[in-house]
């Protein structure tokens, strides 16, 4: 990806198709790479799905092995790594070893809970850093100034978690609200549903509004020292049109590799985040099947969020193209 004269002909077309092509041809070996080193570590962790069972009652050892036997786990690693790698190819995700139902049924119904939480997420950190890093970078050492940077400061300093749980106090012992105990779908009850989603929204979004905010705020000051800025300003245009008009828009493109970068932050926020506010999303889903060590559901989950990782880096450089069409891919 170069920078270059503006391509907007079929053959520009060709080039993003043929670029986006190769990068999903590269993203193969990573993904290959993420199942062995996943499903790998799973079995170093101490203990099996077996003692998760039965716990700490124990078994006979004729009936353990009789299970270890239909779940196909006395088998040699390359064996089981195998029979995995050629369920996936058949689209197959494959069962949870402690509740038998499939993987690909139970993603159907959490990766829209998640996906709904990510995007309410991003609009929140959009919504909040933007604005103050554009104001607090056209008001440079200002009032204004300060109190946008320890705004910044603060939510880079606060975990997640902690501002989670003690936003829920507050709530609740302020308030006297907590969120709706069971969930509702957002097709199915949307005021209900924003309710449940809102909050944990918010506490998701607020770190990565923080990273934003620092870095818009520093990009808009690079550009403001610009020579067409000052031309700009030069030709009578007013403040706001030369901020709004010249310095924002060359100012996002970086702004956006954060955002890229941030993104699989924010998903794995969700781990946590949907385990506070009791959220049946994905991130969930794999805190429970990792303390249950059930290696079907967090090799499956895990190569769904590295999917989602690899689209999204995608995304954000055919994006760059959007913005800037002084920029071509190769």
Do not use: C
Not at 51 to 64: A, M, Q, S
Not at 190 to 201: A, H, K, T, W
Not at 260 to 286: A, D, K, M, W
């Amino acid at each position: 990806m170069f920078p270059g004269r503006p391509d907007r002909s079929v053959g520009g077309v060709g080039l993003l198709q043929g670029y986006i092509l190769r990068r999903l041809v590269l993203a193969v070996p990573t993904l290959f790479g993420i199942t062995i080193v996943v499903f790998v570590m799973m079995r170093f962790i101490p203990g099996d799905v077996i003692d998760v069972i039965f716990g700490d009652y124990g078994t006979n050892p004729e009936l353990k092995q009789k299970i270890l036997d239909d779940l196909g786990l006395d088998e040699p690693w390359p064996e089981q790594y195998a029979r995995y790698v050629g369920q996936l190819v058949k689209g197959d995700l494959g069962h949870s070893m402690i509740s038998g139902r499939s993987v690909n049924t139970e993603l159907k119904t959490r990766i829209p809970v998640t996906l709904q939480m990510g995007l309410m997420a991003m609009v929140f950190s959009l919504l909040i850093a933007l604005p103050v890093g554009v104001v607090s970078a056209v008001r440079q050492d200002t009032v204004i100034d300060y109190i946008g940077r320890t705004f910044a400061i603060g939510l880079l300093a606060i975990p997640n978690f902690f501002f989670a749980i003690v936003l829920l106090i507050i709530l609740a012992r302020q308030f006297h609200w907590v969120p709706p105990p069971k969930y509702v779908g957002i097709l199915d009850n949307p005021v209900e549903n924003l309710q449940i989603m809102i909050l944990p929204s918010l506490v998701l979004g607020a770190a990565l509004a923080g990273s934003v905010m620092r870095f818009t705020r520093t990009q808009m000051l690079e550009v403001m020292r610009q020579d067409y800025i000052r031309t700009a300003r030069a030709k009578g245009l007013q403040e706001r049109a030369v901020v709004i008009r010249h310095a924002i828009r060359n100012s996002f493109i970086p702004v956006i590799t954060v955002i890229g970068i941030q993104l699989p932050v924010l998903l794995g926020g969700t781990l946590i985040i949907e385990s506070i506010f009791n959220v049946p999303g994905v991130g969930r889903y794999l805190v429970s099947s990792i303390a249950q060590k059930d290696y079907p559901v967090v090799q499956s989950v895990n190569l769904v969020l590295a999917v989602f990782i690899v689209l999204i880096n995608i995304a954000v450089d055919v994006t760059y193209g959007v913005i800037d069409p002084r920029i071509r891919f190769r």
